[in-house]
Protein backbone atom coordinates (compact mmCIF):
# COMPACT_ATOMS: atom_id res chain seq x y z
CA UNK A 1 0.00 0.00 0.00
CA UNK A 2 3.07 2.41 0.82
CA UNK A 3 3.61 2.04 -3.42
CA UNK A 4 3.73 5.33 -4.70
CA UNK A 5 1.27 3.43 -7.39
CA UNK A 6 -0.99 2.86 -5.08
CA UNK A 7 -4.83 4.72 -5.49
CA UNK A 8 -4.36 6.03 -1.81
CA UNK A 9 -7.23 8.71 -2.45
CA UNK A 10 -9.51 6.84 -4.14
CA UNK A 11 -9.28 4.09 -1.36
CA UNK A 12 -10.24 6.23 1.16
CA UNK A 13 -13.16 7.63 -0.31
CA UNK A 14 -14.81 4.83 -1.45
CA UNK A 15 -13.53 2.22 1.09
CA UNK A 16 -16.39 3.69 3.79
CA UNK A 17 -18.87 3.50 0.82
CA UNK A 18 -18.59 0.09 0.06
CA UNK A 19 -18.60 -0.83 3.94
CA UNK A 20 -22.21 1.41 3.49
CA UNK A 21 -23.51 -1.96 1.80
CA UNK A 22 -21.97 -4.08 3.71
CA UNK A 23 -23.91 -2.91 6.35
CA UNK A 24 -27.17 -4.30 4.80
CA UNK A 25 -25.92 -7.99 5.88
CA UNK A 26 -26.14 -7.29 9.63
CA UNK A 27 -29.28 -7.68 11.83
CA UNK A 28 -28.11 -7.28 15.29
CA UNK A 29 -27.24 -3.58 16.30
CA UNK A 30 -24.00 -4.80 18.38
CA UNK A 31 -22.78 -6.37 15.13
CA UNK A 32 -23.25 -2.73 13.32
CA UNK A 33 -21.73 -1.09 15.70
CA UNK A 34 -18.64 -3.26 15.58
CA UNK A 35 -18.39 -3.73 12.10
CA UNK A 36 -18.63 -0.19 11.48
CA UNK A 37 -15.75 0.54 14.95
CA UNK A 38 -13.42 -2.06 12.06
CA UNK A 39 -14.02 0.03 9.21
CA UNK A 40 -13.19 3.08 10.89
CA UNK A 41 -10.14 1.95 11.96
CA UNK A 42 -9.23 0.49 8.54
CA UNK A 43 -10.09 3.91 7.39
CA UNK A 44 -7.18 5.60 9.44
CA UNK A 45 -4.77 2.46 8.14
CA UNK A 46 -5.68 3.80 4.55
CA UNK A 47 -4.42 7.12 5.23
CA UNK A 48 -0.67 6.19 5.93
CA UNK A 49 0.79 6.87 3.06
CA UNK A 50 -0.44 10.11 3.20
CA UNK A 51 2.70 10.15 6.04
CA UNK A 52 4.91 10.12 3.13
CA UNK A 53 3.44 13.67 2.35
CA UNK A 54 6.60 15.59 1.05
CA UNK A 55 7.80 18.81 2.56
CA UNK A 56 8.82 21.75 0.58
CA UNK A 57 6.63 21.26 -2.06
CA UNK A 58 3.60 23.50 -3.02
CA UNK A 59 2.37 20.95 -6.14
CA UNK A 60 -0.76 18.86 -5.84
CA UNK A 61 0.42 15.14 -4.76
CA UNK A 62 -0.88 11.47 -4.83
CA UNK A 63 -2.69 12.97 -8.05
CA UNK A 64 -5.30 10.54 -9.40
CA UNK A 65 -6.61 11.49 -13.18
CA UNK A 66 -8.77 9.60 -14.95
CA UNK A 67 -11.33 11.04 -17.87
CA UNK A 68 -15.10 10.95 -16.43
CA UNK A 69 -17.25 12.59 -19.46
CA UNK A 70 -14.26 13.51 -22.05
CA UNK A 71 -17.14 15.20 -24.08
CA UNK A 72 -17.89 17.91 -21.41
CA UNK A 73 -14.55 17.85 -20.15
CA UNK A 74 -15.18 16.25 -16.51
CA UNK A 75 -12.55 14.36 -14.86
CA UNK A 76 -12.23 12.26 -12.21
CA UNK A 77 -9.03 14.30 -10.63
CA UNK A 78 -7.94 14.05 -7.20
CA UNK A 79 -5.04 15.15 -5.22
CA UNK A 80 -4.16 16.47 -1.81
CA UNK A 81 -1.65 19.83 -0.90
CA UNK A 82 -0.79 21.41 2.32
CA UNK A 83 -4.05 22.91 2.39
CA UNK A 84 -6.25 19.94 2.26
CA UNK A 85 -4.21 16.98 3.29
CA UNK A 86 -4.68 17.86 7.38
CA UNK A 87 -8.26 17.74 6.59
CA UNK A 88 -8.42 14.53 5.03
CA UNK A 89 -6.84 13.20 8.11
CA UNK A 90 -9.16 15.46 10.47
CA UNK A 91 -12.31 13.82 8.72
CA UNK A 92 -10.43 10.15 9.01
CA UNK A 93 -9.83 10.42 12.22
CA UNK A 94 -12.48 11.84 13.52
CA UNK A 95 -14.55 8.96 12.16
CA UNK A 96 -13.87 6.02 14.88
CA UNK A 97 -14.56 8.44 17.47
CA UNK A 98 -18.19 9.56 16.39
CA UNK A 99 -18.80 5.62 16.31
CA UNK A 100 -18.02 5.60 19.88
CA UNK A 101 -19.54 8.42 21.21
CA UNK A 102 -22.64 6.84 19.59
CA UNK A 103 -22.35 3.33 21.15
CA UNK A 104 -24.98 3.48 23.72
CA UNK A 105 -26.40 6.60 22.86
CA UNK A 106 -28.09 5.53 19.90
CA UNK A 107 -30.56 2.90 20.11
CA UNK A 108 -32.75 3.06 17.19
CA UNK A 109 -32.17 2.68 13.58
CA UNK A 110 -28.96 1.79 14.23
CA UNK A 111 -27.71 0.76 10.79
CA UNK A 112 -29.27 3.84 8.87
CA UNK A 113 -27.12 5.85 11.57
CA UNK A 114 -24.27 4.18 10.83
CA UNK A 115 -25.03 4.02 6.93
CA UNK A 116 -24.75 7.91 7.40
CA UNK A 117 -21.75 8.18 9.35
CA UNK A 118 -19.59 6.46 6.72
CA UNK A 119 -21.34 8.07 4.01
CA UNK A 120 -20.68 11.58 5.54
CA UNK A 121 -17.12 10.77 5.65
CA UNK A 122 -16.64 9.66 2.53
CA UNK A 123 -18.25 12.50 0.88
CA UNK A 124 -16.17 15.03 3.45
CA UNK A 125 -13.02 13.12 2.27
CA UNK A 126 -14.08 13.63 -1.32
CA UNK A 127 -14.62 17.59 -1.04
CA UNK A 128 -10.88 17.96 0.22
CA UNK A 129 -9.76 15.70 -2.24
CA UNK A 130 -11.10 17.31 -5.41
CA UNK A 131 -9.64 18.96 -8.58
CA UNK A 132 -12.12 18.92 -10.62
CA UNK A 133 -14.93 21.57 -9.99
CA UNK A 134 -18.05 19.66 -10.72
CA UNK A 135 -16.42 16.29 -9.24
CA UNK A 136 -16.33 19.06 -5.77
CA UNK A 137 -19.80 20.02 -5.97
CA UNK A 138 -20.82 16.16 -6.35
CA UNK A 139 -19.35 15.67 -3.18
CA UNK A 140 -20.49 19.04 -1.29
CA UNK A 141 -23.84 17.76 -2.17
CA UNK A 142 -23.67 14.79 -1.13
CA UNK A 143 -22.81 15.09 2.47
CA UNK A 144 -25.84 17.23 3.34
CA UNK A 145 -28.10 14.53 2.63
CA UNK A 146 -26.50 12.11 5.46
CA UNK A 147 -26.11 15.19 7.97
CA UNK A 148 -29.76 16.64 7.33
CA UNK A 149 -30.85 12.07 8.31
CA UNK A 150 -28.82 12.46 11.46
CA UNK A 151 -30.52 15.93 12.44
CA UNK A 152 -34.19 15.04 11.16
CA UNK A 153 -34.06 11.17 12.62
CA UNK A 154 -31.85 11.08 15.87
CA UNK A 155 -32.22 14.53 16.59
CA UNK A 156 -33.69 16.26 19.72
CA UNK A 157 -37.80 17.33 20.06
CA UNK A 158 -37.11 20.60 17.56
CA UNK A 159 -35.30 18.10 15.01
CA UNK A 160 -37.73 18.98 12.31
CA UNK A 161 -37.52 22.76 12.26
CA UNK A 162 -33.09 22.65 12.86
CA UNK A 163 -33.09 19.58 9.47
CA UNK A 164 -35.06 22.12 7.56
CA UNK A 165 -33.11 24.96 8.72
CA UNK A 166 -30.35 23.46 7.82
CA UNK A 167 -31.35 21.97 4.21
CA UNK A 168 -32.76 25.04 3.34
CA UNK A 169 -29.97 27.33 4.20
CA UNK A 170 -27.03 25.49 3.11
CA UNK A 171 -28.80 24.79 -0.43
CA UNK A 172 -29.58 28.16 -0.91
CA UNK A 173 -25.68 28.35 -0.84
CA UNK A 174 -25.33 25.56 -3.10
CA UNK A 175 -27.34 26.95 -5.87
CA UNK A 176 -25.76 30.12 -5.87
CA UNK A 177 -21.64 27.94 -5.75
CA UNK A 178 -23.73 26.27 -8.93
CA UNK A 179 -23.97 29.20 -11.11
CA UNK A 180 -20.44 30.33 -10.12
CA UNK A 181 -19.28 26.73 -11.25
CA UNK A 182 -20.65 27.02 -14.56
CA UNK A 183 -19.42 30.37 -15.31
CA UNK A 184 -15.77 29.12 -14.48
CA UNK A 185 -16.73 26.67 -17.32
CA UNK A 186 -17.72 28.77 -19.83
CA UNK A 187 -15.28 31.85 -19.15
CA UNK A 188 -12.20 29.87 -18.40
CA UNK A 189 -12.82 26.87 -20.73
CA UNK A 190 -12.36 23.53 -18.12
CA UNK A 191 -13.69 22.49 -14.94
CA UNK A 192 -9.95 21.62 -13.70
CA UNK A 193 -9.36 23.65 -10.71
CA UNK A 194 -4.87 23.79 -10.81
CA UNK A 195 -5.70 24.89 -14.81
CA UNK A 196 -8.44 27.55 -13.37
CA UNK A 197 -5.64 28.56 -10.84
CA UNK A 198 -3.67 29.46 -13.88
CA UNK A 199 -6.24 31.42 -15.92
CA UNK A 200 -7.01 35.40 -15.28
CA UNK A 201 -10.23 36.93 -15.26
CA UNK A 202 -11.84 40.52 -15.09
CA UNK A 203 -12.28 42.30 -12.50
CA UNK A 204 -16.24 42.13 -13.51
CA UNK A 205 -16.24 38.53 -13.97
CA UNK A 206 -13.94 37.83 -10.26
CA UNK A 207 -16.71 40.34 -9.01
CA UNK A 208 -19.85 38.37 -9.58
CA UNK A 209 -18.14 35.27 -9.21
CA UNK A 210 -16.89 35.56 -5.77
CA UNK A 211 -20.03 37.12 -4.44
CA UNK A 212 -21.51 33.65 -5.25
CA UNK A 213 -18.91 31.56 -4.31
CA UNK A 214 -18.63 33.71 -0.90
CA UNK A 215 -22.65 33.28 0.05
CA UNK A 216 -21.80 29.74 -0.29
CA UNK A 217 -18.77 29.45 1.74
CA UNK A 218 -20.16 32.03 4.14
CA UNK A 219 -23.15 29.60 4.80
CA UNK A 220 -20.98 26.48 5.32
CA UNK A 221 -18.79 28.67 7.95
CA UNK A 222 -21.00 30.35 9.44
CA UNK A 223 -20.42 33.48 9.05
CA UNK A 224 -22.81 36.43 10.72
CA UNK A 225 -25.45 36.81 10.19
CA UNK A 226 -25.73 33.56 8.19
CA UNK A 227 -25.19 31.62 11.12
CA UNK A 228 -28.78 31.21 12.55
CA UNK A 229 -29.13 27.58 11.36
CA UNK A 230 -25.97 26.48 13.22
CA UNK A 231 -27.02 26.66 16.92
CA UNK A 232 -30.45 25.32 15.96
CA UNK A 233 -28.54 22.19 14.61
CA UNK A 234 -25.83 21.24 17.30
CA UNK A 235 -28.25 21.36 19.60
CA UNK A 236 -30.99 18.52 18.15
CA UNK A 237 -28.39 16.70 16.52
CA UNK A 238 -27.38 13.92 17.94
CA UNK A 239 -23.33 13.78 20.19
CA UNK A 240 -21.99 12.46 16.64
CA UNK A 241 -23.82 14.59 14.51
CA UNK A 242 -22.70 17.89 16.44
CA UNK A 243 -18.80 16.59 16.40
CA UNK A 244 -19.03 16.09 12.31
CA UNK A 245 -20.74 19.73 11.95
CA UNK A 246 -17.86 21.20 14.22
CA UNK A 247 -15.15 19.16 13.28
CA UNK A 248 -15.40 18.86 9.54
CA UNK A 249 -18.60 20.52 7.78
CA UNK A 250 -17.86 24.36 8.97
CA UNK A 251 -13.91 23.45 7.73
CA UNK A 252 -15.65 22.96 4.02
CA UNK A 253 -16.43 26.93 3.73
CA UNK A 254 -13.04 27.94 5.14
CA UNK A 255 -11.39 25.38 2.80
CA UNK A 256 -13.52 27.16 -0.19
CA UNK A 257 -12.21 30.47 0.64
CA UNK A 258 -8.68 29.27 0.37
CA UNK A 259 -9.17 26.85 -2.41
CA UNK A 260 -11.43 28.77 -4.90
CA UNK A 261 -11.75 32.80 -3.93
CA UNK A 262 -8.30 33.50 -3.32
CA UNK A 263 -6.53 31.58 -6.08
CA UNK A 264 -9.37 32.07 -8.57
CA UNK A 265 -10.61 35.72 -7.59
CA UNK A 266 -7.83 37.56 -6.12
CA UNK A 267 -8.70 41.31 -7.50
CA UNK A 268 -12.39 40.51 -6.08
CA UNK A 269 -11.27 39.17 -2.86
CA UNK A 270 -8.46 42.11 -2.14
CA UNK A 271 -12.11 44.61 -3.37
CA UNK A 272 -14.22 42.39 -0.77
CA UNK A 273 -11.83 42.11 1.95
CA UNK A 274 -13.14 44.91 4.64
CA UNK A 275 -16.29 43.59 4.21
CA UNK A 276 -14.84 40.32 5.36
CA UNK A 277 -12.73 40.99 8.02
CA UNK A 278 -15.29 43.19 9.49
CA UNK A 279 -18.02 40.16 9.24
CA UNK A 280 -15.18 38.15 11.02
CA UNK A 281 -14.54 40.55 13.60
CA UNK A 282 -18.48 40.78 13.99
CA UNK A 283 -18.76 36.90 14.15
CA UNK A 284 -15.86 37.11 16.99
CA UNK A 285 -17.59 39.28 18.99
CA UNK A 286 -21.20 38.19 18.58
CA UNK A 287 -20.39 34.37 19.19
CA UNK A 288 -18.59 35.04 22.26
CA UNK A 289 -20.83 37.65 23.51
CA UNK A 290 -24.48 35.21 22.91
CA UNK A 291 -22.30 32.40 24.39
CA UNK A 292 -22.03 33.80 27.87
CA UNK A 293 -25.27 34.25 28.00
CA UNK A 294 -26.19 30.50 27.62
CA UNK A 295 -26.86 27.56 29.88
CA UNK A 296 -27.22 24.81 27.16
CA UNK A 297 -24.13 23.38 26.98
CA UNK A 298 -24.54 22.63 23.30
CA UNK A 299 -25.94 26.45 22.48
CA UNK A 300 -22.14 27.59 24.13
CA UNK A 301 -20.37 25.24 22.41
CA UNK A 302 -21.68 26.42 18.96
CA UNK A 303 -21.66 30.05 19.52
CA UNK A 304 -18.29 29.78 20.28
CA UNK A 305 -17.98 27.90 17.30
CA UNK A 306 -19.33 31.02 15.26
CA UNK A 307 -16.11 32.93 17.38
CA UNK A 308 -13.88 30.53 16.52
CA UNK A 309 -14.43 30.21 13.01
CA UNK A 310 -14.54 34.06 12.80
CA UNK A 311 -10.78 33.70 13.17
CA UNK A 312 -9.97 31.57 10.84
CA UNK A 313 -12.18 33.92 7.76
CA UNK A 314 -9.95 36.96 9.60
CA UNK A 315 -6.46 34.90 9.10
CA UNK A 316 -7.71 34.11 5.65
CA UNK A 317 -8.48 37.53 4.17
CA UNK A 318 -5.34 39.26 5.73
CA UNK A 319 -3.34 37.53 2.82
CA UNK A 320 -0.58 37.64 4.95
CA UNK A 321 1.76 34.48 5.45
CA UNK A 322 0.94 34.55 8.80
CA UNK A 323 -2.62 35.40 8.88
CA UNK A 324 -3.36 31.94 6.49
CA UNK A 325 -1.12 29.41 8.67
CA UNK A 326 -3.32 30.50 11.41
CA UNK A 327 -6.42 30.30 9.51
CA UNK A 328 -5.34 26.66 8.53
CA UNK A 329 -3.94 26.10 12.23
CA UNK A 330 -7.43 26.83 13.44
CA UNK A 331 -9.57 25.14 10.87
CA UNK A 332 -7.05 21.64 12.73
CA UNK A 333 -7.42 22.60 16.17
CA UNK A 334 -11.00 23.84 15.80
CA UNK A 335 -11.80 20.68 15.12
CA UNK A 336 -10.23 19.07 17.69
CA UNK A 337 -11.14 20.84 20.36
CA UNK A 338 -14.32 21.69 19.80
CA UNK A 339 -15.37 18.08 18.78
CA UNK A 340 -13.80 16.98 22.12
CA UNK A 341 -16.32 19.03 23.57
CA UNK A 342 -19.33 18.25 22.11
CA UNK A 343 -18.29 14.64 23.20
CA UNK A 344 -17.72 15.79 26.29
CA UNK A 345 -22.12 16.88 26.41
CA UNK A 346 -23.35 13.77 24.92
CA UNK A 347 -20.95 11.90 27.76
CA UNK A 348 -22.68 13.72 30.50
CA UNK A 349 -26.30 13.81 28.68
CA UNK A 350 -26.15 9.68 29.16
CA UNK A 351 -26.16 10.41 32.67
CA UNK A 352 -28.10 13.39 33.95
CA UNK A 353 -30.56 13.29 30.60
CA UNK A 354 -29.72 17.07 30.37
CA UNK A 355 -27.49 19.28 28.88
CA UNK A 356 -28.21 22.52 31.00
CA UNK A 357 -25.47 23.94 33.16
CA UNK A 358 -27.50 24.24 35.90
CA UNK A 359 -28.26 20.99 36.26
CA UNK A 360 -24.74 19.62 36.01
CA UNK A 361 -23.59 21.11 38.58
CA UNK A 362 -20.70 20.53 40.99
CA UNK A 363 -19.08 17.71 39.20
CA UNK A 364 -15.49 17.64 40.52
CA UNK A 365 -16.45 15.30 43.76
CA UNK A 366 -18.31 12.45 41.90
CA UNK A 367 -16.58 12.73 38.16
CA UNK A 368 -12.88 13.92 38.38
CA UNK A 369 -10.58 12.27 35.15
CA UNK A 370 -14.17 13.76 33.41
CA UNK A 371 -13.25 17.45 34.64
CA UNK A 372 -9.82 17.19 34.24
CA UNK A 373 -10.48 16.35 30.15
CA UNK A 374 -13.35 19.17 30.32
CA UNK A 375 -10.65 21.59 32.13
CA UNK A 376 -7.80 20.76 29.61
CA UNK A 377 -10.70 21.62 26.41
CA UNK A 378 -12.23 24.47 27.78
CA UNK A 379 -8.51 25.96 28.29
CA UNK A 380 -7.85 24.93 24.49
CA UNK A 381 -10.75 27.09 23.50
CA UNK A 382 -9.75 29.75 24.16
CA UNK A 383 -6.69 28.93 23.24
CA UNK A 384 -4.61 29.22 26.73
CA UNK A 385 -0.66 28.80 26.03
CA UNK A 386 0.86 25.66 25.68
CA UNK A 387 -2.45 24.22 23.93
CA UNK A 388 -3.19 23.22 20.19
CA UNK A 389 -5.85 26.62 20.12
CA UNK A 390 -3.11 29.17 21.37
CA UNK A 391 -0.57 28.72 18.01
CA UNK A 392 -3.91 29.58 15.79
CA UNK A 393 -4.85 32.07 17.54
CA UNK A 394 -1.70 33.62 17.64
CA UNK A 395 -0.92 33.69 14.25
CA UNK A 396 -3.84 35.35 13.24
CA UNK A 397 -3.05 37.95 15.64
CA UNK A 398 0.35 38.37 14.59
CA UNK A 399 -1.30 38.99 10.87
CA UNK A 400 -3.79 41.16 11.95
CA UNK A 401 -1.63 43.13 13.89
CA UNK A 402 0.93 43.48 11.33
CA UNK A 403 -1.60 44.59 8.98
CA UNK A 404 -3.11 46.78 10.69
CA UNK A 405 -3.30 47.49 14.40
CA UNK A 406 -6.86 48.29 14.88
CA UNK A 407 -7.79 44.59 13.35
CA UNK A 408 -5.18 43.47 15.94
CA UNK A 409 -7.29 45.53 18.91
CA UNK A 410 -10.28 44.67 17.65
CA UNK A 411 -9.75 41.36 18.40
CA UNK A 412 -8.65 41.25 21.69
CA UNK A 413 -12.16 41.62 23.37
CA UNK A 414 -13.14 38.53 21.24
CA UNK A 415 -10.32 37.04 23.08
CA UNK A 416 -11.18 37.97 26.26
CA UNK A 417 -14.64 36.64 25.38
CA UNK A 418 -13.74 33.29 24.88
CA UNK A 419 -11.56 33.08 28.35
CA UNK A 420 -15.03 34.08 30.22
CA UNK A 421 -17.60 31.42 29.08
CA UNK A 422 -15.48 28.97 29.24
CA UNK A 423 -13.91 29.52 32.51
CA UNK A 424 -17.55 30.13 33.55
CA UNK A 425 -18.89 27.11 32.34
CA UNK A 426 -15.82 25.19 33.56
CA UNK A 427 -15.67 26.37 37.18
CA UNK A 428 -19.94 25.72 37.27
CA UNK A 429 -19.48 22.33 36.49
CA UNK A 430 -16.15 21.58 38.63
CA UNK A 431 -17.26 23.28 41.49
CA UNK A 432 -21.05 24.31 41.55
CA UNK A 433 -23.31 23.28 44.02
CA UNK A 434 -23.93 19.68 43.90
CA UNK A 435 -27.55 17.74 43.80
CA UNK A 436 -27.93 14.18 46.02
CA UNK A 437 -28.25 12.32 42.49
CA UNK A 438 -24.87 13.11 41.57
CA UNK A 439 -23.52 10.26 43.80
CA UNK A 440 -24.48 6.94 41.93
CA UNK A 441 -22.67 8.42 39.17
CA UNK A 442 -19.74 6.57 37.58
CA UNK A 443 -16.84 8.18 36.39
CA UNK A 444 -15.53 7.89 32.44
CA UNK A 445 -15.71 4.26 31.46
CA UNK A 446 -12.59 3.05 29.30
CA UNK A 447 -14.90 3.61 26.41
CA UNK A 448 -15.19 6.99 26.88
CA UNK A 449 -11.30 7.22 27.77
CA UNK A 450 -10.89 5.69 24.23
CA UNK A 451 -12.51 8.53 22.76
CA UNK A 452 -11.34 11.38 24.82
CA UNK A 453 -7.84 10.58 25.09
CA UNK A 454 -6.79 10.78 21.31
CA UNK A 455 -8.18 14.25 21.39
CA UNK A 456 -6.27 15.48 24.51
CA UNK A 457 -2.85 14.21 23.32
CA UNK A 458 -3.56 16.26 20.22
CA UNK A 459 -4.36 19.21 22.25
CA UNK A 460 -1.12 18.97 24.26
CA UNK A 461 1.25 17.86 21.00
CA UNK A 462 0.04 20.50 18.59
CA UNK A 463 0.08 23.48 21.28
CA UNK A 464 4.25 22.58 22.32
CA UNK A 465 4.98 20.70 18.87
CA UNK A 466 3.51 22.48 15.90
CA UNK A 467 6.84 22.29 14.01
CA UNK A 468 5.59 19.02 11.39
CA UNK A 469 2.34 20.90 11.03
CA UNK A 470 3.91 24.06 10.10
CA UNK A 471 6.39 21.80 7.86
CA UNK A 472 3.77 20.62 5.81
CA UNK A 473 1.57 23.73 5.37
CA UNK A 474 4.27 26.12 4.79
CA UNK A 475 5.23 25.52 0.97
CA UNK A 476 1.22 25.93 0.18
CA UNK A 477 0.73 29.13 2.13
CA UNK A 478 3.81 30.72 0.74
CA UNK A 479 2.66 29.91 -2.76
CA UNK A 480 -0.54 30.33 -2.13
CA UNK A 481 0.28 33.98 -0.56
CA UNK A 482 2.81 34.77 -3.63
CA UNK A 483 0.60 34.22 -6.32
CA UNK A 484 -2.20 35.93 -4.70
CA UNK A 485 0.24 39.20 -4.51
CA UNK A 486 1.37 38.50 -8.03
CA UNK A 487 -2.08 38.78 -9.67
CA UNK A 488 -3.11 41.77 -7.29
CA UNK A 489 0.07 44.38 -7.64
CA UNK A 490 0.86 42.97 -11.43
CA UNK A 491 -2.26 42.84 -14.14
CA UNK A 492 -3.05 44.27 -16.83
CA UNK A 493 -6.83 45.16 -16.14
CA UNK A 494 -9.09 47.09 -14.50
CA UNK A 495 -7.27 47.09 -10.51
CA UNK A 496 -4.37 48.67 -11.06
CA UNK A 497 -2.50 48.47 -7.55
CA UNK A 498 -3.42 47.19 -4.30
CA UNK A 499 -1.89 49.52 -1.54
CA UNK A 500 -2.13 47.41 1.53
CA UNK A 501 -3.48 43.67 1.89
CA UNK A 502 -7.55 45.04 1.79
CA UNK A 503 -7.30 48.42 0.05
CA UNK A 504 -7.68 48.19 -3.69
CA UNK A 505 -8.19 51.07 -5.81
CA UNK A 506 -10.45 50.20 -8.74
CA UNK A 507 -9.54 52.98 -12.13
CA UNK A 508 -12.31 51.72 -14.32
CA UNK A 509 -14.92 47.98 -12.77
CA UNK A 510 -16.00 48.08 -16.19
CA UNK A 511 -12.94 47.88 -18.30
CA UNK A 512 -11.84 44.31 -19.57
CA UNK A 513 -8.56 42.37 -19.57
CA UNK A 514 -7.98 39.08 -22.17
CA UNK A 515 -10.32 37.04 -20.65
CA UNK A 516 -14.08 37.54 -22.19
CA UNK A 517 -16.87 37.65 -19.09
Known amino acids: MLDSGFPVLTAIIFFPLLACVCLFFFERPQWVRVFTLIVSLVEVYLTLPLLKFA ?69 CVGVFCSLDFVLFYVFWEAMLVPMYLLIAIWGGPDRRYA ?79 SVLLASILLKMGTYGFLRFCLPLTPLASAYFAPMMIAVSLASILYGGAVALGQDDMKKIIAYSSVGHMGFVTLGTFLFSQRGVEGALFQMLNHGITTGALFMMVGTMYERSHSRMVSRNLGLGKYMPAYVGYFGLFAFSSFAFPGTNSFVGELLVLIGAFQSNPWIGAAVIPGVLLAATYMLRLAQKLTWGEPSSYKKGWKDLNGREWAYLLPCALFVVYIGLAPGVFFKTIDASVQHLVSEFRAKTTIYPGPVQRVRAPFTVTVANMNTHDQSKD
Open 55 to 123: FGTASFQFVERVPWLPAWGLEYHLGVDGISVLMVWLTVGVLPLCVLCSWSYIETRVKEFHFCLLFMVAA
Open 163 to 241: SIKFILYTLAGSTVLLVALIAFRIVGGTFSIPELMTKSFSFRFQFWAFLAMSLAFAIKVPMFPFHTWLPAAHVEAPTAG
